[in-house]
């Protein structure tokens, strides 16, 4: 079964518009990242969040980090019609950290 | 560019063919891992390699197996191709297992009829 679920599963915006994106995971973690992947290529990581950090920026980028509620949401401001693309959440377990276990992704779509 | 290549691009192979996949990652990295992505689904984790040792396994059948050399570049084999090992594969290169950011490469798309 799958560690993260994003959520929602699509989401349709304007140009210009923050987007947000939660992530819930299950089990306690070392690490959450989060991913873009572009019609079915390779994944570009986008940012990194340990877990003993709450919040993280990175340009137009904000992650924040609940683990007491195994969750977190990754918010996109001021969209670009680039920013089209499938997100992942991906978790680093403790305990067993040599793999990322992802989620099924969300679709994100921007409109001109 | 994350530094990371895979080849070949695309594959098309036959049901009980064997394949390998390559993946060149970027240098200095000593961790590499493969992940397979069906259409539609997030990648799944099937090993990884830490200095030329497997260093985990996800729930993967024993046909698919793996090399890691020297130079950071490793393979992935599978033999006896099903028509479900059609995928997309996505090798990802780390300076430490577990604990930093896995850098992906573009994947090799495997249609396997």
């Known amino acids: 079964s799958q560690q993260g679920e994003e959520d929602p599963q699509a989401l349709s915006i304007q140009e210009g518009e923050n987007a947000t994106m939660n992530c819930s995971y299950k089990?306690?973690?070392?690490?959450l990242q989060w991913y873009r992947q572009n019609s079915g290529r390779g994944l570009v990581h986008l940012i990194l969040?340990?877990?003993?950090?709450r919040e993280k920026h990175s340009g137009r980028l904000r992650v924040t980090l609940d683990t007491s509620k195994k969750s977190s949401s990754l918010l996109i401001t001021a969209s670009r019609a680039a920013d089209t693309a499938s997100y992942f959440c991906?978790?680093?377990?403790?305990?067993?950290?040599?793999?990322?276990?992802f989620g099924k992704g969300m679709k994100l779509t921007v409109n001109p | 560019e994350t530094g990371v290549t895979q080849s070949p691009t695309h594959l098309i192979k036959t049901r009980g063919q064997q394949v390998t996949l390559r993946c060149s990652s970027q240098s200095g990295h000593n961790t590499v891992s493969w992940y397979q992505q069906a259409l539609g689904q997030g990648p799944q984790f099937i090993f990884q390699?830490?200095?030329?040792?497997?260093?985990g396994r996800g729930n993967f059948p024993p046909r698919f197996s793996g090399l890691q050399f020297p130079n950071y570049s490793s393979e992935l084999n599978v033999n006896a191709l099903e028509l479900n090992d059609s995928a997309l594969y996505l090798c990802?290169?780390?300076?430490?297992?577990?604990?930093?950011?896995?850098?992906f490469g573009p994947g090799t798309r495997l249609t396997v009829l």
């Open positions: 990802a290169s780390s300076l430490r297992t577990g604990l930093d950011t896995q850098y």
């Open positions: 089990t306690s973690i070392n690490n």
């Open positions: 991906a978790t680093s377990l403790q305990g067993g950290s040599e793999k990322l276990v």
């Open positions: 969040i340990r877990s003993n950090e």
């Open positions: 390699y830490y200095r030329e040792e497997e260093n």
